[in-house]
């Protein structure tokens, strides 16, 4: 019975819990000044933590599927949403532990954040500046990381709490192991619209309007935020940037190996133990009684083991070099004497000396090296700009009196062009109020901004005259599903029991068996 009791108040709990992400969430939004994008209670997501976690997830997102994600793809397929979704859950778990007083002490944080390998020296020891450094890079004080390693530590204790005190009955686990475990085998094809005997029409002008008019999500412009920016970035400063000749010539001098490249020969070496050995085997390939592989294969060797790829004279053992090199053409030098003893050398090709010369790079180098000067020139400037915002300068003026451009842009979620196309700025315009006092952002590239929030424009639906392209487009592909739906439906009814899709002469792709989680 007390087991029993203990069981029901932790499910009493963990609902009480959900009720709070519940209640929390939706007190705040994304628009105004506020500098949070949801609250639970007392606890508080802020717009830093949600641009880390977001940029965290996109960029393992990224890792993992080998390609990067913009913002308007990563909310396409919901990672915001999934982002918000976990932050929600641990500021609830936040927010009880502050009202049940429950905490844990230094002790706790401290072997936390020893043990983070993250902020390790060298050795692979605890290093505090290598720990400091990691914080500054992502906007962390100590003391804020350090509260928050406390406070995550804390919601651990009382999630535990919570969830240890949970039995699951028997039928229930049996039930889900056996819905998890439970495997299928199937047969499927692809039907389109084309495979269909009736023909695909063209759409009336009144259809079109139709459509439209019926399916408004399809044609609604998105909010967007009217912005007033001034910028720089390094591009903009390259062609009157002044880079002395003998920097340049410099920078050629230190790559030469890049542009300078002496002969290199495709080599295999196969040793013998014995010079006496190498000679014979020198003598079996000459007369033909034995290919160069068949050498290789009597040793146990394959030609993997015994390639050095593309070597240069330096690359070889100074007796085997002038040999090696004096082939006019791929052949087999030796025996002869290598670092690991008498060796047959065959070259399987040639490839000749290659020089860029400074006159064909030179321009690309310039550039590197301008490009390398304005962004040291826009770091210098962002005291001088951060100066005339804090003196009340509007950023019309900031352009006037410095090197910034000023520029407007009506930003939507799908823009992604100019200064749209830098993830810093459109997280900056997504957290700006109408009111707020503009702050110096800093681009990837080495840039720098400032923004203002002019007004919003809400979302709105298009005119069909301006949208009758993408109509036609989206009702030719409704047309096409309706058709391959139809014909999907046809068939599924005329299947006889125990017919497959293959016995009616479709290509169909046989199956499994495959449990639930399987891609």
Known sequence: ???????????????????????????????????????????????????????????????????????????????????????????????????????????????????????????????????????????????????????????????????????????????????????????????????????????????????????????????????????????????????????????????????????????????????????????????????????????????EDIDLGAVTMDDLHSAAAQAVFALAEAGVAGPLESALGPAVYRVNGILSAQETPYSEVRDVLRAEKAEDRARRRIGDMIEEVEDLLAGGATLEELADETALTLGSISLGPDDDEGIAAYEEFRFAAAAAGEGDFPEVGELSDGGIFALRLDGLVPESIRPFDQVEDLARERWTAAEARALSESLAADLVANLEPGQTLSDKDIDAFAEGPLTRDAT
């Open 1 to 303: 019975m007390a087991a029993s009791r203990a069981s029901q108040i932790s499910v009493y709990v963990l609902l009480g819990l959900l009720i709070l992400a519940l209640g929390g969430f939706g007190v705040t939004n994304f628009g105004g000044s506020v500098s949070s994008v949801a609250r639970v209670g007392d606890a508080e997501i802020d717009v830093d933590t949600y641009a880390r976690s977001l940029q965290r997830r996109i960029a393992e997102f990224g890792a993992n599927s080998g390609r990067n994600l913009t913002i308007s793809q990563a909310r396409a397929i919901g990672i915001d949403r999934l982002v918000l979704a976990e932050l929600v859950g641990e500021a609830a778990l936040e927010n009880e532990t502050r009202r049940i007083g429950l905490s844990v002490g230094d002790g706790v944080v401290r072997e936390r954040v020893l043990s983070t390998p993250a902020f390790g020296g060298v050795d692979g020891s605890f290093d505090r500046d290598a720990y400091e450094f990691a914080l500054d890079r992502v906007g962390l004080s100590v003391r804020d990381y350090e509260e928050r390693v406390r406070a995550d530590a804390a919601a651990e204790l009382l999630s535990l709490a919570v969830v240890g005190g949970v039995t699951v009955p028997d039928a229930g686990l049996n039930a889900v192991l056996s819905h998890l475990a439970e495997a299928r085998t199937f047969d499927w094809a692809v039907l389109e619209a084309g495979d269909s005997e009736l023909p695909q029409r063209n759409p009336t002008k009144a259809e079109l309007e139709a459509y439209h008019a019926a399916n408004p999500g399809e044609f609604t412009a998105p909010e967007a935020r009217l912005l007033t920016y001034a910028w720089i970035v390094p591009d903009m400063l390259v062609d009157s940037v002044e880079v002395p000749e003998d920097e340049i010539r410099g920078l050629y001098e230190d790559r030469i190996g890049d542009y300078v490249f002496p002969e290199r020969r495709l080599v295999e070496r196969l040793v013998f133990g014995s010079m006496s050995e190498a000679s014979a085997a020198k003598a079996a390939l000459d007369a033909g009684e034995r290919t160069f592989v068949e050498l290789v294969e009597a040793r146990d060797l394959t030609l």
